[in-house]
């Protein structure tokens, strides 16, 4: 098994690293941990990771390193870095970025991990805290088939459903068609609940009838539920899932297609971060549909 004599470093440790990391620890896998703030990684050190200071640190002591932080930026930073991945780490190196990021920056990635000898994977994940404390995400990578291959059984740690897409930064396009499904899902399922609500139907007892129907969906079952009872509590946080349509509407301009679905969900979206819910998930769309936030 890989799990013997390797070591995994993993840079971000938040609501969804936190499980995923959590999970390569119970498999046997080595882990050293890293976050910017210091106390999301104790409950890992807690469980026999080791926590390290600094990504430098982290990044010469791995045999893999798995990246899942928040922003683009984030990503440019943690790889390219003075004190960064590419400057620290062996060759031979795994690298597998988790982040949802830009295609281009995941091509950017995979030709500096050529030029220093180590391997490189875009492999956004999908399926929220849900997925990632059940072990049952969603991967889409990008890159070489043969990294790929090798690093299968890591990603099969924390995920179910593992699809070599194609080249570097197919992992990432992937990942932007899965966030167009999504914002276009979350605007139907909020209309829904509000319709219900303001209609006078028990939205439990609608729910119970239409999600087993043609209206299923992941954010049907598992979202709205936390919308009927006023959940906003952060499964993939508002202002994350901003970022995420910014990049998908971005890299659909470049390749002249249109998504106006996508952009007046963002814009809603947007109304929410304005009025101080960007750090609640994203079920508290209902807000605005229930007239709860400020046009």
Same mark, same amino acid.
């Not at 703030?37 to 890992?44: F, H, S, V």
């Not at 943690?78 to 062996?90: K, P, S």
């Not at 060759?91 to 030709?111: N, R, V």
């Given at each position: 098994?890989?799990?013997?004599?390797?070591?995994?470093?993993?840079?971000?440790?938040?609501? !969804?690293?936190?499980? !995923?990391?959590?999970?390569?620890?119970?498999?046997?896998?080595?882990?050293?941990?890293?976050?910017?703030?210091?106390?999301?990684?104790?409950?890992?050190?807690? #469980?026999?990771?080791?926590?390290?200071?600094?990504?430098?640190?982290?990044?010469?002591?791995?045999?893999?390193?798995?990246?899942?932080?928040?922003?683009?930026?984030?990503?440019? *930073?943690?790889?390219?870095?003075? *004190?960064? +991945?590419?400057?620290?780490?062996?060759?031979?190196?795994?690298?597998?970025? !988790?982040?949802?990021?830009?295609?281009?920056?995941?091509?950017?990635?995979? /030709?500096?991990?050529?030029?220093?000898?180590?391997?490189?994977?875009?492999? =956004?994940?999908?399926?929220?805290?849900?997925?990632?404390?059940?072990?049952?995400?969603?991967?889409?990578?990008?890159?070489? +088939?043969?990294?790929?291959?090798?690093?299968?059984?890591?990603?099969?740690?924390?995920?179910?459903?593992?699809?070599? #897409?194609?080249?570097?930064?197919?992992?990432?396009?992937?990942? !932007?068609?899965? #966030? +167009?499904?999504?914002?276009?899902?979350?605007?139907?399922?909020?209309?829904?609940?509000?319709?219900?609500?303001?209609?006078?139907?028990?939205?439990?007892?609608?729910?119970?009838?239409?999600?087993?129907?043609?209206?299923?969906?992941?954010?049907?079952?598992?979202?709205?539920?936390?919308?009927?009872?006023?959940?906003? #509590? =952060?499964?993939?946080?508002?202002? %994350?899932?901003?970022?995420?349509?910014?990049?998908?509407?971005?890299?659909?301009?470049?390749?002249?297609?249109?998504?106006?679905?996508?952009?007046?969900?963002?814009?809603?979206? *947007?109304?929410?971060?304005?009025?101080?819910? /960007?750090? %609640?998930?994203?079920?508290?769309? +209902?807000?605005?549909?229930?007239?709860?936030?400020?046009?």
């Amino acid at each position: 098994m890989m799990s013997e004599g390797k070591t995994i470093g993993f840079i971000g440790t938040g609501v !969804m690293g936190k499980s !995923m990391a959590s999970h390569l620890l119970k498999a046997g896998y080595s882990l050293l941990v890293y976050n910017r703030t210091p106390k999301k990684a104790e409950d890992l050190v807690q #469980q026999g990771a080791v926590k390290k200071d600094t990504v430098a640190e982290l990044a010469a002591k791995s045999d893999v390193v798995i990246t899942m932080v928040g922003y683009p930026a984030d990503v440019e *930073e943690v790889y390219f870095g003075d *004190e960064g +991945i590419f400057a620290n780490a062996r060759k031979g190196t795994y690298l597998i970025d !988790m982040t949802t990021s830009t295609p281009k920056l995941a091509k950017q990635i995979d /030709e500096r991990a050529k030029q220093e000898g180590m391997y490189a994977l875009d492999a =956004p994940v999908s399926g929220g805290d849900i997925g990632a404390k059940e072990a049952r995400l969603a991967i889409m990578a990008g890159g070489d +088939i043969k990294v790929f291959e090798t690093m299968k059984p890591v990603l099969s740690v924390m995920g179910t459903n593992v699809v070599l #897409q194609g080249e570097a930064s197919s992992g990432q396009h992937t990942k !932007m068609s899965n #966030q +167009i499904a999504v914002a276009g899902t979350m605007l139907g399922v909020s209309e829904a609940v509000a319709y219900a609500k303001t209609s006078g139907l028990d939205p439990e007892r609608v729910l119970k009838s239409i999600e087993t129907g043609a209206a299923g969906s992941f954010s049907l079952s598992n979202l709205a539920p936390k919308m009927i009872h006023g959940d906003d #509590q =952060p499964g993939f946080y508002i202002k %994350h899932f901003i970022k995420d349509m910014k990049i998908a509407i971005e890299a659909a301009e470049e390749m002249g297609l249109d998504t106006p679905a996508l952009k007046l969900a963002k814009s809603l979206y *947007e109304k929410l971060a304005e009025n101080g819910e /960007e750090d %609640h998930g994203t079920q508290a769309l +209902i807000k605005y549909y229930l007239g709860e936030t400020k046009e």
